[in-house]
């Protein structure tokens, strides 16, 4: 399969990074480096330590409880090629897929974007993208899955279909 760096161990037990239960997987390595950022060690391009996306395949279906899976980071859409057979795998083990990003939706479909392909094709297996840098003059402990209110939680799927961003209105609501 593919090699992927990772900052973390897979966390089974989440319940912070999305709603229910759910699995984080923290990708290493992350050029936006936004002031204040929850996970700065995961910023190191060179850091963290490869695993195999079987390895990680192997510890989801090994879990019970889940609700879903989380991308976080770091940056997962520098690894987009590498997570597409984790999140290929997750929505066959009947779980929902979230992914942040430090991109915005444009960013990610812009005809410009080298890694673009990869991207795109990782998106059609997310649910529920969490967009945007991390303003630390924007943060608020008052909203749900994101931290600071720029960032929007767009409902990944009703987007693709109507090729306009659609907000997940559930989500996105303060408090």
Known sequence: MMKLTIAAPLTVDSIVDGPGLRMVLWTQGCQHLCRGCHNPHTHDLAGGYAVDSNDIINQMKSTKLQKGLTLSGGEPFLQAEALLPIAQAAK??????WAYTGFTWEQ??????????YQLELLQWVDILVDGRFMEH??????RYRGSSNQRIIDVQASLDNDTIVIHEEFAAIG
């Open 138 to 143: 924007m943060k608020s402990s008052a909203l």
């Open 108 to 117: 990610l479909h812009a005809p410009s974007n080298p890694l673009r392909q």
């Open 92 to 97: 066959q083990l009947g779980l929902d897929v």
